[in-house]
């Protein structure tokens, strides 16, 4: 079963930038739809972006402009650059397939946009 790994939350100030990235333990970037999503304390769990498997990008309207989703097939690894961070971006990051499968939740990492 491929393992999904995120990493690179941290505290930022507004208009901050940070990257993350999602390791999978297997080859599936190439094979499957990917998406980036996150979790705001007391709300549910939203789709932040998506890359196709031939890389077509696509962004929720929020962070169209900001966000900058991509992957290395041959790392076996998925970014997402984010740009002007806001207060509203706080949330624990997560990387699934799209649509998600249970199977491959994460523990997500954790991004706080704080002044």
């Known amino acids: 079963q491929v393992q999904l790994v995120e990493s690179g939350g941290g505290l930022v100030q507004p208009g901050g930038s940070l990257r993350l990235s999602c390791a999978a333990s297997?080859?599936?970037?190439?094979?499957?739809?990917m998406g980036w999503y996150r979790q705001a304390p007391g709300k549910q769990r939203e789709l932040v972006a998506v890359?196709?498997?031939?890389?077509?990008?696509s962004y929720r309207d929020s962070v169209e402009g900001r966000f900058t989703i991509s992957k290395d097939n041959a790392k076996n690894t998925m970014y997402l650059q984010m740009n002007s961070l806001k207060p509203e971006d706080t949330a624990v990051y997560y990387c699934?397939?799209?649509?998600?499968?249970?199977?491959?939740w994460g523990q997500g990492t954790q991004v706080t946009v704080s002044s």
């Open positions: 890359i196709t498997n031939n890389n077509r990008p």
């Open positions: 297997a080859s599936i970037f190439g094979t499957s739809n």
């Open positions: 699934n397939k799209n649509p998600p499968s249970n199977d491959y």
